[in-house]
């Protein structure tokens, strides 16, 4: 027993190290007090363990040795090439979740000390969906991540962030006790956990046995269609992404999504024989979900509400990969899922610094951007035309590979949904676009945004658009990845 724990702990160093990290982060933000929110002692170190948990965490993943599949922890997770990306994906958005809060003049009043903490934990959360080989680790790290967003969403003093979080609360509470249901429900008619093992159970099981195994799909199908904003389970978005903070709104437009569809691909390769019965309802939904997202967009005047529509439009489009069940699909849809990171946390970077000038979050708080910080309004476009899919940015070339492997399989009606719900959203993103620049500003003054945003928009920027102009280097690991067994 102390061997495996011990060979366990040595692939898990990164996890370990956020795990501390959030933890020390957490009572050094309590030690602090409210009252150093903004400048104190508590916040000032808490933000100084976590970095340096978020960078002994790099540190390790990146020596930790790539196996083909290590199980760790008696069957509960496992470190594979799949998991990697995800792992990396979810170090990354608490790190630019952490230059966004830092420069938020939202959440100056606010115990940021406490907010570093729990971030770190979600963080540790994100990675175990990615790693989970186990419905019990499944569910545990979904609730992990779970229950610190409700309170982020509320951090603001504030009646609609408290309202958001107690939505958000409520819909996650039902979500996750749907999902409970499925998962004791397959637990029943396979008598095991384990998604390896429940593999082995489901092939070849016949009716009745088969129908009820379905059902229990579906039930599960819930809890994650909650996490990742896939219609009709999608509500909670607009909601608690407007009741939120900026920074946190970012945050739970990428992280959570990121892992959710890594849950989602581990889950439904443990029911690879029911996919075929499962499939069109999934094929039904994606269309609904980017048909809807984009829809209701076009008449948000909220911009993270805007952006919260758009997340459940892009959402639709990363089920496009996963719809077509290849392995074409799946490289596209995690290409796309790395384009979404980058294009989308720049897209919130953008709103906080607009937000910190104006203390607005209309859409008219962008007008004449373009004549008062003219590179913050160039970043602004590229990051919107990247989400619409305009060449040469990586979203565009996420969009085409998705696009492309949804042909490959025949799935032509899927694709040509996806191009035309593109054209769709293009239209609220050049509208912002013509506000930044054909617009007259309602400030006067040069917009300067600080230098936690300059780094964010900076690297956000240089990654969309030099990964859309030389993207090879990154699908060939990605091509290397999806060859690996995802259980």
């Known amino acids: 027993m102390n061997t495996v724990i011990r060979e366990s702990l040595n692939a898990w160093w990164p996890e370990a190290w956020l795990s501390l990290g959030g933890l020390l982060a957490m009572v050094l933000g309590v030690w602090g007090g409210k009252a150093g929110a903004a400048d104190g002692r508590g916040a000032r170190a808490a933000a100084a363990v976590l970095w340096l948990a978020l960078l002994a965490a790099a540190v390790a993943l990146w020596r930790t040795p790539e196996a083909t599949s290590s199980s760790l922890f008696f069957g509960l997770i496992v470190c594979d090439p799949v998991s990697l990306p995800f792992r990396w994906l979810a170090l990354g958005a608490v790190a630019v979740t952490m230059l966004l809060i830092a420069a938020s003049k939202e959440l100056a009043s606010a115990p940021r000390g406490e907010a570093y903490g729990l971030l770190g934990l979600i963080g540790v959360g994100l990675m175990l969906m990615a790693e989970a080989s186990h419905l019990l680790m499944a569910y545990v790290a979904l609730e992990l991540v779970s229950l610190a967003s409700y309170v982020l969403v509320g951090f603001l003093e504030e009646r609609r962030s408290a309202e958001a979080s107690l939505k958000y609360l409520l819909y996650g509470a039902t979500a996750s006790g749907v999902m409970l249901f499925g998962m004791s429900l397959l637990f029943g008619l396979t008598s095991s956990l384990s998604f390896s093992d429940i593999l082995l159970s489901v092939d070849g099981m016949h009716q009745p046995m088969a129908g009820a195994v379905m059902l229990a799909v579906l039930l599960m199908l819930v809890g994650l269609a909650f996490k990742i904003s896939m219609v009709p389970f999608h509500q909670w978005t607009p909601d608690a992404y407007e009741g939120a903070p900026v920074a946190v709104a970012a945050f739970l437009s990428v992280g959570p999504k990121a892992a959710g569809l890594a849950l989602l691909l581990r889950v439904m390769g443990a029911l690879e024989p029911v996919w075929p019965t499962i499939a069109p309802v999934v094929l039904g939904l994606t269309i609904v979900t980017m048909t809807l997202g984009n829809l209701v967009a076009l008449v948000q005047t909220n911009v993270k509400r805007l952006l919260a529509y758009s997340t459940i439009g892009q959402v639709g489009y990363l089920l496009i990969g996963f719809v077509v069940h290849t392995d074409l699909g799946i490289e596209a849809m995690m290409l796309y899922l790395i384009a979404y990171f980058f294009m989308n946390f720049g897209a919130f970077a953008c709103v906080v610094a607009v937000v910190n000038d104006s203390g607005s979050e209309a859409l008219e708080a962008f007008r004449g951007l373009g004549r008062r910080s003219p590179v913050l309004a160039l970043l602004c476009t590229l990051f919107l035309m990247s989400l619409a899919g305009i060449p040469p940015l990586l979203g565009f070339f996420g969009k085409f590979l998705l ?85």
């Open 403 to 487: 696009f492309g492997s949804a042909i490959a399989a025949d799935h032509t009606a899927l694709a040509l949904a996806g191009i035309l719900n593109s054209a769709i959203a293009l239209y609220y993103y050049v509208n912002l676009v013509r506000l930044m620049y054909f617009v007259e500003p309602q400030r006067a003054g040069v917009l300067q945004p600080p230098w936690m945003l300059r780094v964010t928009l900076g690297v956000c920027g240089a990654m969309t658009l030099g990964l859309g102009l030389f993207p090879n280097a990154l699908l060939q690991a990605l091509r290397a990845i999806v060859s690996a067994n995802l259980l």
